[in-house]
């Protein structure tokens, strides 16, 4: 259901490689509250996966574009004031990925070229395009940035690996550019923390089934899903949230405010043995 909640904005979405993305999602539901915007992703996602369909559906242009590139970036900006007509509105940064995860190395086994690259590709984007962006006012007085982050970036949570790191840092580029950013452009900087979400990116990390299921059960309102992220960003780039900024907001069915509840109690003190070694000592799991 539309409640016209982006008449008349321009947006650029990041990250829409297939229906199962959360930025796929965002697309949709900015061009059913009234948007119009353009889509990006790496030449390689624009290939393999199906962003071109969802441009033909939302009858959005497609601009391939390595996030971590700062030309790249530029071009993305630049045609999207061209062919959207004018400066945009909001941005959607819904990108991750960390060749650590992929490569199954754990955390005290890091390979450091490829922590950089996570580094890069998951957070230091994020600034890039922030100050591409400033640098070409391409951003109307009163947008919305929006960028997609985890729980994991306050809370240990095993498996998730160098990506919790570059989750902080998303988040810290949020507060310190969402300052400059507000104080000179009015523009809004935030970062939304999702709750496990069952896509390709989410799929890489290492038990995300039991992830996904501890998380259900533990939150109150359950998972938010892929969708309800999507309620959730056309918010934050509406003007219903206009003083809205340097924020991590928890989108999480109260998950992150949860300790313990009596039912992950009964279950925890069932399966404890086969994390001890011969001499009963607690080992990594
Ligand atoms: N799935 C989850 O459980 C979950 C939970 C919380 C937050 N998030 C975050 O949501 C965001 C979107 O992930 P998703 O779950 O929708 O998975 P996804 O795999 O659909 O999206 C990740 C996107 O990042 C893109 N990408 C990777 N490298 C890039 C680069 N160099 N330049 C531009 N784009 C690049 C991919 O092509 C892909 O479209 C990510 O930031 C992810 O960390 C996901």
């Given at each position: 259901?539309?409640?016209?909640?982006?008449?008349?904005?321009?947006?650029?979405?990041?990250?829409?490689?297939?229906?199962?993305?959360?930025?796929?999602?965002?697309?949709?539901?900015?061009?059913?509250?009234?948007?119009?915007?353009?889509?990006?992703?790496?030449?390689?996602?624009?290939?393999?996966?199906?962003?071109?369909?969802?441009?033909?559906?939302?009858?959005?242009?497609?601009?391939?574009?390595?996030?971590?590139?700062?030309?790249?970036?530029?071009?993305?900006?630049?045609?999207?004031?061209?062919?959207?007509?004018?400066?945009?509105?909001?941005?959607?940064?819904?990108?991750?990925?960390?060749?650590?995860?992929?490569?199954?190395?754990?955390?005290?086994?890091?390979?450091?070229?490829?922590?950089?690259?996570?580094?890069?590709?998951?957070?230091?984007?994020?600034?890039?395009?922030?100050?591409?962006?400033?640098?070409?006012?391409?951003?109307?007085?009163?947008?919305?940035?929006?960028?997609?982050?985890?729980?994991?970036?306050?809370?240990?949570?095993?498996?998730?690996?160098?990506?919790?790191?570059?989750?902080?840092?998303l988040e810290s580029?949020?507060?310190?550019?969402?300052?400059?950013?507000?104080?000179?452009?009015?523009?809004?900087?935030?970062?939304i923390s999702q709750?496990?979400?069952?896509?390709?990116?989410?799929?890489?990390?290492?038990?995300?089934?039991?992830?996904?299921?501890?998380?259900?059960?533990?939150?109150?309102?359950?998972?938010?899903?892929?969708?309800?992220?999507?309620?959730?960003?056309?918010?934050?780039?509406?003007?219903?949230?206009?003083?809205?900024?340097?924020?991590?907001?928890?989108?999480?069915?109260?998950?992150?405010?949860?300790?313990?509840?009596?039912?992950?109690?009964?279950?925890?003190?069932?399966?404890?043995?086969?994390?001890?070694?011969?001499?009963?000592?607690?080992?990594?799991?």
């Amino acid at each position: 259901m539309s409640n016209n909640l982006l008449a008349g904005k321009r947006g650029i979405v990041f990250g829409a490689l297939n229906e199962m993305s959360i930025a796929w999602k965002v697309a949709e539901r900015a061009v059913e509250e009234g948007a119009k915007i353009t889509l990006t992703n790496t030449p390689l996602a624009v290939r393999m996966g199906t962003t071109n369909e969802l441009g033909a559906k939302l009858n959005a242009e497609i601009i391939p574009a390595d996030a971590t590139s700062v030309d790249d970036l530029q071009v993305v900006f630049e045609r999207s004031m061209e062919v959207l007509g004018g400066k945009v509105d909001f941005v959607l940064h819904s990108i991750g990925m960390s060749p650590n995860v992929r490569k199954k190395r754990t955390y005290d086994d890091l390979d450091y070229g490829m922590l950089n690259t996570t580094l890069d590709v998951s957070a230091v984007s994020f600034h890039k395009m922030i100050q591409v962006a400033k640098k070409l006012d391409a951003i109307n007085t009163g947008g919305s940035i929006v960028a997609l982050s985890y729980i994991a970036a306050q809370r240990t949570m095993v498996g998730y690996n160098d990506m919790a790191d570059a989750k902080s840092l998303l988040e810290s580029i949020a507060r310190s550019f969402g300052y400059i950013y507000g104080r000179e452009k009015n523009v809004r900087i935030n970062t939304i923390s999702q709750s496990p979400t069952m896509t390709t990116a989410g799929s890489g990390v290492k038990g995300i089934d039991n992830l996904f299921d501890f998380a259900e059960r533990m939150s109150p309102l359950g998972n938010a899903t892929a969708d309800d992220c999507a309620d959730y960003c056309i918010v934050m780039f509406s003007d219903l949230t206009k003083k809205v900024t340097m924020q991590n907001l928890y989108h999480d069915g109260g998950f992150s405010n949860m300790g313990m509840s009596y039912r992950a109690m009964e279950q925890y003190i069932k399966g404890l043995d086969e994390y001890r070694d011969e001499n009963g000592n607690i080992i990594y799991g």
